[in-house]
């Protein structure tokens, strides 16, 4: 005789195909609230509702699900040793914890090992967002070995805090200069590195600035956000290889990050698309810091491989997936712009290759030159091949209008 299933299995979606959605929270209103709320995406989605880590421990054992979402305040096992748990065990699967903005204790604890956070109480669409984002990341790497090394990390780099604090309040209309001074003012890391970016020879202005709302009004706040983010998710970690200079990585994200504003200023884009093409070319990398700190010996292939080699080949042969592919699958587990995702999922582009070249997206082209400046430039007369997909967007025009953009 087979052994009883638990009850929510029973119920569950046996065979199916649809993505499943495991909600784990010991308040039994705060269930029937989640149930009544995700009622219309059934016929999409599998979602499952149990009460404690016990009994998501129990279905995770019998039956795998796409993502878990968790209380960070249980009873018993709580909200961070659950993921911690399913972390271990069950690292393809995709962790979000549940809390409320005053639990700073519970968001320290769950901070290393959840990919995303979704306030309590929850709003319908900002939690249906990060469920299709979470979902929409499985694509990306299509390995679950790699899918499980990098879920397997409870080091990931992650957003600060203080980010997604500043994107709220430069939404509002209302916001001063000062406002946003006084957040970056909490946080040591994101102070210096506005005070040093504005005073180095980048903008060579003519009086060194004190101030943290000076360097802001210099900076602009898109700068100031992309700085803040840099800051934190290139922070070196004691589980990369000592020879990844991940102070590098910061810097050439930052500079193309400012490049790309630069291309926007001369092709004449809507701030919203500058603003999400700029954190593609800011997080470009931040994918090699998760496959190099769960690989070492993939991270010395990758960096002792020839460059005569294409940047796609010497990836895929040392991690199976190119470094921007899984900097995507990080962005969109964090709930990033499906834009921005887009344009890392392109990269790298073999700009020596004409039919690449010509093939490639708009965005997916300024996130590749912006990342590769000058020694990405061929020859800018190169004949359009019969092949090429689309209409030509790399006129030599453009080209020589980008050239002086470059960092």
């Not at 995406?41 to 016990?54: D, E, F, I, K, M």
């Not at 919203?272 to 190099?292: E, F, I, K, R």
């Amino acid at each position: 005789m087979l052994p009883a299933q638990p009850a929510a299995l029973v119920a569950g979606c046996g065979d199916e195909r649809r993505p499943r959605i495991l909600f784990v929270d010991d308040e039994p209103q705060v269930v029937s609230e989640l149930r009544r709320m995700l009622r219309p995406q059934n016929p999409r989605w599998c979602l499952r509702y149990v009460t404690s880590a016990a009994e998501a421990l129990e279905q995770l054992a019998v039956d795998p699900v796409d993502v878990l979402v968790t209380d960070t305040r249980m009873p018993g096992m709580d909200g961070a040793a659950l993921l911690d748990t399913v972390r271990q065990h069950h690292p393809a699967v995709v962790r979000l914890a549940l809390s409320e903005h005053t639990d700073h204790v519970s968001l320290v604890r769950t901070s290393g090992l959840t990919q995303q956070f979704v306030a309590k109480p929850c709003d319908h669409d900002l939690l249906v967002r990060a469920l299709e984002s979470a979902l929409g990341t499985k694509d990306l790497v299509q390995s679950d070995r790699l899918r499980a090394l990098i879920g397997s990390q409870d080091n990931l780099p992650k957003p600060p805090t203080v980010y997604h604090q500043l994107v709220e309040l430069t939404k509002n209309p209302d916001t001063t200069m000062g406002d946003v001074a006084r957040l970056i003012e909490t946080d040591v890391a994101a102070t210096t590195e506005a005070l040093k970016l504005v005073n180095s020879s980048f903008f060579g202005l003519p009086r060194r600035i004190t101030t943290v709302e000076r360097a802001i009004t210099a900076l602009g706040f898109d700068v100031v956000k992309a700085l803040v983010l840099a800051g934190h998710v290139f922070r070196g970690s004691t589980a990369l290889p000592a020879d990844l200079d991940t102070t590098a990585l910061a810097e050439r994200g930052l500079l193309a990050s400012m490049t790309i504003r630069r291309f926007g200023t001369t092709e004449g884009w809507d701030p919203a698309t500058v603003s999400w093409l700029g954190l593609a070319a800011l997080l470009h990398d931040v994918g090699l810091l998760v496959l190099a700190a769960a690989d070492h010996e993939a991270w010395a292939a990758y960096r002792d491989a020839p460059r005569t080699i294409s940047a796609r080949e010497r990836e895929l042969e040392a991690f199976g997936c190119t470094i921007a592919r899984a900097s995507a699958y990080l962005l969109g587990l964090w709930g990033f712009h499906a834009n921005t995702v887009a344009a890392l999922v392109e990269q790298p582009i073999d700009v020596f290759d004409p039919v690449s070249r010509y093939a490639a997206s708009p965005a997916g082209l300024a996130v590749a030159f912006a990342h590769g400046g000058q020694s990405m430039f061929v020859d800018l007369l190169s004949p359009v091949p019969t092949e090429a997909p689309r209409a030509v967007y790399l006129t030599a025009t453009r080209l020589a209008a980008w050239l002086p953009l470059l960092g």
